[in-house]
């Protein structure tokens, strides 16, 4: 009785461990590995076990992060752990294709956005043990294909980040990964100033929001730049396997747009 009571409130209580095959996984693949259950000091009921692919996004304007849950995967149905029994459970699910892409900060060497595995145990009437397991996401090659696909046409890759999703890009989720490219040559370098990119892929087709920065010019320049004169928003949708099959017909698609925008 006296185990059961120290276990209620956390101590001699069961514990978990998560372990993914691999840390390093692509938008849209699976994800794979064990979580381990090692029984405290008394019996203990497990009510489930649940799994939750987590992120962290900003709000434009200001500082603020945010947690966002992009999926969330249960593990089992309930079953009790005996005092230092040891419970090894697989798992494996799809990796969302809007789950956001991770790079390798400079100085910090963690990857950015975070994203990881939140582990959680529901044990009836005790403290709940939880892990944390950090993991990279690379891009899909239709994903890839596109940020190239810009590229070719005169552009840099400046940076990426996590925000709040705009009003004009229609998600189901809270926030949208967006990419900020500048021209670097060709005939866009003197006539714009940035290139903005969401991409929205899904199972056959991607939808590319694009927010078009021109470069102002003469007196009403900073009346324009103040007033977001100068930014002209869109979108696109193209097929899956055209983009994996003919790179350059994305190329040409934003040439178009920015031609008539210009």
């Not at 209580?13 to 692509?26: C, E, G, L, W």
């Not at 497990?46 to 992060?65: A, P, Y």
């Not at 969302?96 to 100085?107: G, Q, R, S």
Request: glycine share 6%; charged share 25%; hydrophobic share 35%.
């Amino acid at each position: 009785m006296f185990n059961k009571v120290i276990a209620s409130i956390g101590i001699g209580s069961a514990t978990v461990d998560t372990k993914v095959k691999r840390a390093y996984i692509q938008q849209g693949e699976l994800l794979e590995g064990v979580v381990e259950v090692k029984g405290g000091n008394s019996d203990q009921r497990i009510e489930s076990i649940d799994l939750k692919l987590m992120t962290m996004f900003g709000h434009e304007g200001g500082d603020r992060l945010s947690p966002a849950v992009v999926e969330v995967h249960q593990l089992n149905e309930p079953f009790t752990i005996s005092k230092g029994e040891k419970k090894h459970i697989p798992f494996s699910f799809k990796v969302p294709l809007d789950t956001p892409v991770t790079m390798i900060h400079p100085e910090t060497q963690k990857s950015v956005p975070p994203v990881w595995i939140d582990t959680g145990v529901d044990i009836k009437n005790a403290v709940d043990p939880k892990d944390r397991d950090y993991i990279s996401v690379a891009p899909t090659t239709v994903h890839e294909n596109i940020m190239d696909a810009i590229k070719v046409i005169g552009f840099k890759f400046k940076q990426m980040e996590s925000q709040n999703a705009p009003a004009w890009v229609k998600t189901n989720g809270p926030f949208v990964q967006q990419y900020e490219f500048t021209p670097s040559f060709g005939k866009y370098s003197r006539k714009l100033d940035e290139l903005e990119v969401y991409i929205l892929q899904g199972d056959h087709d991607s939808t590319i929001y694009f927010e078009i920065d021109k470069r102002s010019k003469g007196s009403m320049a900073v009346l324009k730049e103040k007033f977001n004169l100068d930014e002209h928003r869109g979108s696109v949708t193209l097929n899956n396997q055209e983009i994996l099959l003919k790179r350059s017909c994305v190329s040409d698609v934003f040439e178009e747009i920015i031609d008539e925008v210009l």
